[in-house]
């Protein structure tokens, strides 16, 4: 296509108030990973653009993925988590209705997953400390384009850090 239906670079990101570890009583309904990394669960978009420091955005769906490469990104972006604590928030979220995929096989895109123009899973946007998309990827990203993704937005201005 000659223009992405993904949000663009520079546009500013919905305020999602897509839901967290705290408001759920098993991350089962919040991922279909095996294994779920909890910190990928504990900030919604909405408070992430409260922090005022540059988040990632993951939709991806281990369970559901039509490409295979879903569990394969979440886990790139779980790798980067550790060194970027406290500099860069990391959400998760699944693009279609768990309920309706599970029960149904159906797969809806989620309102959240509509709300960002999301093209494909999976895929990721890079949010700068403005709020606003800094560098997307569609598909399969390896740790040093996330990395190096990161490190611009980083580089781009004093980031307030949290303990």
Known sequence: QETSQALPLGARVPSTLNKTAAQVSNLSE????????LEL???SVAEALGHGRPFVVVFATPAFCTSRLCGPVVEVVAQLMPALKGRVDFIHLEPYDLKLARKEGRLQLTEVARQWRLPSEPFIYVVDTQGRVAAKFEGIVTARELQAALQKVLAAGAVPSSP
Do not use: E, G
């Not at 991922?31 to 990394?37: D, G, H, K, L, N």
């Open 30 to 37: 919040l991922s279909t990973s095996p294994t779920p990394v």
């Open 41 to 43: 669960y504990q900030t």
